[in-house]
């Protein structure tokens, strides 16, 4: 009996220590696979400024390239509660592909992944929309917005 509550104790004080442990700030330097999808495709001072800055979201949208456009888009991963699902969509279904996109695939659609970034800069928020397609020749660079006092800017 008085094991089981020993182990019980310490399983309880490990939980409570892990639980309490402050959130380590997301950021490009932390997040080595957004480091390297991010290093050749943005500007190197661009790249500087935005790694310093935490990560307040980011959301992956799934989703076909079809002809110029994105077809069946759903959201595949999203932090932050949800609070930019909706903006992450609709820039996705907005997107339209640029000149002749094509991979290694003889498939009709392509599959594609739409990354969201939201990053905290004050009082303002610097946004990033990128593309990832496997085994693509081409990736198009990102899309830069500014979003401050509820208003979206694209600046790229």
């Known amino acids: 009996m008085i094991k089981k509550f020993a182990l019980a104790a310490g399983v309880a004080l490990i939980a409570a220590t892990l639980l309490a442990a402050p959130a380590k700030t997301r950021t490009i330097a932390t997040t080595p696979a957004l480091a390297s999808e991010l290093k050749h495709a943005i500007n190197p001072e ?6 310093a800055l935490p990560i307040e979201g980011w959301v992956i949208v799934r989703g076909q390239i079809r002809d110029t456009g994105i077809i069946g888009t759903e959201i595949s991963q999203s932090d932050g509660n949800g609070a930019y ?23 009709d659609a392509k599959l594609a992944f739409f990354h969201l970034l939201v990053f905290n800069a004050g009082d303002q928020k610097i946004l990033l929309h990128f593309m990832h397609v496997e085994q693509a020749r081409y990736q198009p660079s990102p899309e830069i917005f500014i979003l401050k006092a509820g208003k979206l800017k694209r600046v790229r």
């Open 46 to 51: 661009l790249y500087a400024k935005l790694s």
């Open 85 to 107: 699902d909706a903006l992450a969509l609709k820039m996705t279904n907005e997107h339209k592909i640029r000149g002749n996109f094509t991979t290694d695939s003889h498939i």
